[in-house]
């Protein structure tokens, strides 16, 4: 029996860890955590915000993927979209999903992130 999502894993590519860290932390507002050291080898980053969990590995022959993303469930999304822009980073609302308050963004490698808030 399935209980919760674990992690979602993103991929990146070779030498973009800087610049990760530079947007899920400062940007996003995550705490880095540690990799253990047999997969620190690998290169990427992982990042935690409470429960969530998203790890970025590293892909040679990386590109971004159109569609596929994970969807970040927030509280006060209004000024979390406000964080985003005034860090550069590009919001973009959509309001095509009933009962909800969503924006689009992308990190610096073009990885797609939902971030949505129950309206009501």
């Known amino acids: 029996m399935l209980v919760a999502v674990d992690h979602v894993q993103l991929a990146a590519p070779p030498g973009s860890e800087d610049d990760l860290r530079a947007y899920y ?15 620190a080898a690998r290169g990427g980053c992982w990042f935690r915000a409470g429960t969530v969990q998203l790890h970025l590995g590293i892909e ?3 590109r971004p993927a159109e569609k596929a993303h994970p ?10 979209a406000a964080r985003l822009a005034a860090r550069g980073a590009p919001v973009t609302w ?10 689009y963004s ?15």
């Open 94 to 103: 959509d309001d095509a999903l009933p009962g909800h308050t969503r924006f």
């Open 25 to 39: 932390v400062d940007v996003l507002g995550m705490t880095e955590i540690p990799k253990p050291p047999a997969l």
């Open 106 to 120: 992308e990190d610096p490698v073009g990885n797609r992130l939902e971030f949505l808030e129950p309206v009501g």
């Open 71 to 80: 969807g970040l469930r927030t509280t006060g999304i209004e000024a979390y």
């Open 60 to 62: 040679a022959d990386f």
